[in-house]
């Protein structure tokens, strides 16, 4: 049991909104990450900043019939050629993650891009299989901050908080709410900095709550589920913060529709810490069946991007010179109101807290 001396009412202060949590320690600060995607889509202005465009540094159409730019493939993906099946052109690349006796499967590729950038949009077509299905959870395309020049440092820290130094960055999911919503769920952002809010739960049933650090999740009110059998252009975009500030951003866009704006992240403490990997494809926990997602048109800029048809850039598949440029029990936690099709009604933001018989590692 917990010491009563020891009992703190923990204030988790998110988006306007305050947490109150009986435990029997402090974790980390939380700061006030807040959602204004109403009020970025109601102000012309701002949103013109928001979608000002930038620097195209690299493309990936596939059209090469391969993913030699590319590392860490696994599965492995396919390059297909079948003007059927592509977004656009000839060629798209297919992810299938297999069955294998109800155990987490994957197949996906990650691109880098060192020294790294302040400020990147990450542009990808997506399109779910018309019998996709990740049953309870699954990860998807991603954009990390990573220290140093090895495209391998940081990996498999699912579950560790970052310490502001090392690495942030978030992915582009759908989420099935443990198979509640139809597939291939909710898209959201799974987010890990190191000012992340902490799951609490007791995982021996001895009284004593303890604590882990998965992705803070972020989705709108009310979310999008993607339909299967068709394509959609996701956009993602992360602002780093100063050095000790509360400047940084994070922002989702479906189809050329702003999906969400989140401001007052602090991802970093140090202005050496850029960012400079992504990741593509599909990873899915005790995967239920082999499942398929097509991929194609990627790009990467320094400013919004859009849809393929709004793209336009003279050098395919070149990178230029770097530019100045993851709740508690309830997700019910909203602000906001209005918005459109693309937009955001107002933004769910937690963290996931499993009960006892939701004890499971979900991989960043």
């Known amino acids: 049991m917990i010491n009563e001396a020891n009992k703190i009412v923990l204030h988790f202060r998110w988006a306007g909104f305050v947490f109150s949590l009986l435990s029997g320690f402090i974790p980390s600060v939380v700061p006030a990450v807040e959602d204004v995607t109403t009020e970025t889509l109601n102000d012309p202005q701002a949103l013109a900043i928001l979608e000002e465009s930038g620097t195209v540094f690299f493309q990936e159409d596939f059209e090469d019939g391969n993913f030699n730019e590319w590392f860490d493939a696994w599965g492995p993906p396919e390059v297909l050629r079948d003007p059927r099946l592509a977004h656009t052109g000839d060629y798209s690349l297919r992810c299938l993650a297999p069955y294998e006796d109800d155990d987490s499967s994957t197949s996906s590729i990650k691109y880098w891009f060192h020294p790294g950038y302040d400020k990147v949009h990450y542009r990808f077509y997506c399109k779910f299989a018309d019998d996709f299905n990740q049953g309870w959870g699954m990860h998807f395309c991603s954009i990390y901050a990573v220290q140093g020049d090895n495209k391998w440092g940081e990996m ?187 937009g955001s009604g107002g933004c769910f933001i937690s963290t996931i807290n499993h009960s006892l018989n939701d004890l499971v590692k979900i991989l960043e």
Not at 191 to 211: F, K, L, V
Not at 300 to 312: E, Q, R
Not at 317 to 332: F, G, H, K, L, V
């Open 156 to 342: 498999g820290k699912a579950g560790i908080k970052p310490n502001g130094d090392d690495r942030f960055g978030t992915g582009f999911e759908p989420w099935s709410s443990w198979e509640s919503l139809p597939s291939p769920g909710r898209m959201q952002f799974y987010t890990y900095w190191h000012e992340m809010q902490p799951d609490i739960y007791d995982d021996n049933g001895d009284g004593i709550p303890d604590i882990h650090y998965w992705g803070n999740s972020f989705s709108p009110n009310p979310p999008l589920i993607p339909e299967r059998d068709r394509w959609y252009c996701m956009e993602i975009m992360i602002k780093s913060n100063d050095a000790g500030q509360d400047s940084g951003e994070m922002a989702a866009w479906i189809d050329g529709q702003l999906y969400m704006h989140l401001k007052g992240f602090n991802w970093r403490t140090t202005n050496d810490l850029k960012l400079k990997r992504i990741s593509l494809g599909v990873y899915i926990h005790n995967n239920p069946k082999a499942n398929v997602v097509w991929f194609d048109d990627v790009a990467l800029s320094s400013g919004y991007i859009g849809p393929v048809d709004a793209l336009s850039v003279t050098d395919s598949n070149s990178q230029t010179s770097q530019s100045d440029s993851n709740s508690t029990n309830s997700q019910a936690n909203q602000t906001g109101s209005g918005g459109n099709n693309g």
